[in-house]
Structure formats: structure tokens, C-alpha cells
């Protein structure tokens, strides 16, 4: 028990650091700077003058090619270690003050966003170092070795419907304004707190969407034995615009993920950290 207290007890003090809380807020920017250009690259998937991919990794090699855009990849990174510290220690030992069920489930989502925020953060430094950084390709690879092993494409399957299970969830959690639960909406005024419920309901809804199509392309992929599906959002982004009213459709799309940009820039000075 003794050892269990004193690991708890510095997991507790490394989440309550000043320095982390300060780089965890300076993250949300970060994040939130990567969802707009996110946003653009989808705006120009609408319009079919996009020759990047319409994902996370197409947004920071947009950013890097800018003038300064390296460094301010860098300091994206360095935010996206320190979110994922921060939820790390919520995982460990956070979430006091729910019990029982409620607080393991709040630990495992906290377990699930430092895996997001690592993957930011693997997904800057590969575009740093010049390395194949395409999430796309990437993932079209992957599903094409899996396919080949016994019993790959139910794997694969079983992770599109996981990733489509997500997406609704996110989508549902912002309709149903749950992140607020995780704002100090108590310092905000009455503009403000509005304001971020707009652009949470509408940034959720949209992230969720995608993911949605995303995981259901896997799915797709999986049962006609066809990778090239399997592109993660860059996929799920041009099928939607393939659809009729397709480019209508990924405009409202694209407005969200750009909502939930703006939001980050809330949640960097509001969120509990």
C-alpha cells in the first residue's frame, strides 16, 4: 500500500506543476492551430485543389513549409508531450472526484487522449526529421500487411468499427455539451459560455463525422479486400465530397473541425488542468 501512496503521490505532484499545466495550455493552442489548417486542407479537398493529404499530417507539413513553420511544429510537439503527461497522470491517479465505474471510465478516456497526443507528437517529429509522415499512407501500408496475415482483415475490420464507434461517441458527447464538464465555465461570462458551447457542439459533431466515415471506409477495405480505403480521414474526407451534395457536405465538415480549432483556444485558458 505503502509504495502504491508514493507512487500516487508523484504522479500528483508532476500533474500539479506549474511548468506542465503552463506547456499542457500552450498544447490546446497548438492543437488548435493544427485542426484550422486541418479545416483549410479540407476546404480545398471540397474544392478539388487540395495535393496534400486532408489530415493531421497534411496540416503540420503545411505548417513546416511556412517561414518560421518548423519551430512552431517544434513547440506543437513539446505541447502535445506535455498534454500527454498531463493525461497520463489523470489516467494514474486523476479524476478524484468521481467514484467507482465513473472514474474508471474518465482514467481509460484519459489513457485513450495520451495515446492521441503521443501520435501528434510522433506525427511532428516525423515531419521534422523529413520521414514519410503521410498518416495516409501509412495507415493504406499497414491495412495491406495486416490483410495478408491470417485472420488480418478481421482485425482490420474489427479496428474500422472501433474508430467508427469512436466517432459517434465524439459526436454524441458534443451534442450532449459533456465537455463543458470539463471547463471551469464558472469564470466565464455569459458571451463567452456561450460561445464555447457553439463551438464544442459543432467542433465535436464534425471530428465525429469524420472518424465516423473514417473507420467505416476500414470496414469497407476490409470485406472488399481493397487498401487504398483504408486512407484514415484523407479517405473519409474525398468520399464524402464524392457523394452528391458531396462538396456542400464537406464544407459544413470542414466549418466544424475549423469550430473546434477555435474552441482549443478556449480550452487553453479554461479547461481544468
Known sequence: MSLTRNAEATASRAANSRWLKLLARAGFIGYGVVHLLFAWLALQIAFGSSSDDGDQSGALRTLAAQPMGKFIVIAIAVGMVAMALWQATEAAVGHVSQDGNKRTMERGLSAARTLVYLWFAFTAY????????????????????????????????????????????????????????????????????????????????????????????????????????????????????????????????????????????????????
Open 126 to 273: 516525423k515531419v521534422l526529421s523529413s520521414a514519410n509522415s503521410s498518416s495516409a499512407d501509412q495507415q493504406e501500408d499497414l491495412t495491406a500487411s495486416l490483410m495478408e496475415s491470417t485472420g488480418g482483415r478481421w482485425l482490420v475490420g474489427f479496428v474500422g468499427l472501433v474508430v467508427a464507434g469512436i466517432g459517434i461517441g465524439q459526436a454524441i458527447y458534443g451534442i450532449k455539451k459533456k465537455f463543458e464538464k470539463n471547463l471551469n465555465t464558472h469564470e466565464m461570462n455569459a458571451k463567452t459560455r456561450q460561445l464555447a458551447r457553439r463551438l464544442g457542439m459543432a467542433g465535436y459533431a464534425a471530428r465525429g463525422s469524420a472518424f465516423a466515415v473514417s473507420g467505416l471506409l476500414v470496414v469497407v477495405a476490409a470485406v472488399n479486400y481493397d487498401p487504398e480505403k483504408a486512407r484514415g480521414l484523407d479517405a473519409a474526407l474525398r468520399t464524402l465530397r464524392d457523394q452528391p451534395y458531396g462538396s456542400i457536405l464537406l464544407v459544413l465538415v470542414a466549418l466544424g473541425i475549423a469550430a473546434f480549432g477555435v474552441y482549443c483556444f478556449i480550452q487553453s485558458r479554461y479547461r481544468k488542468v
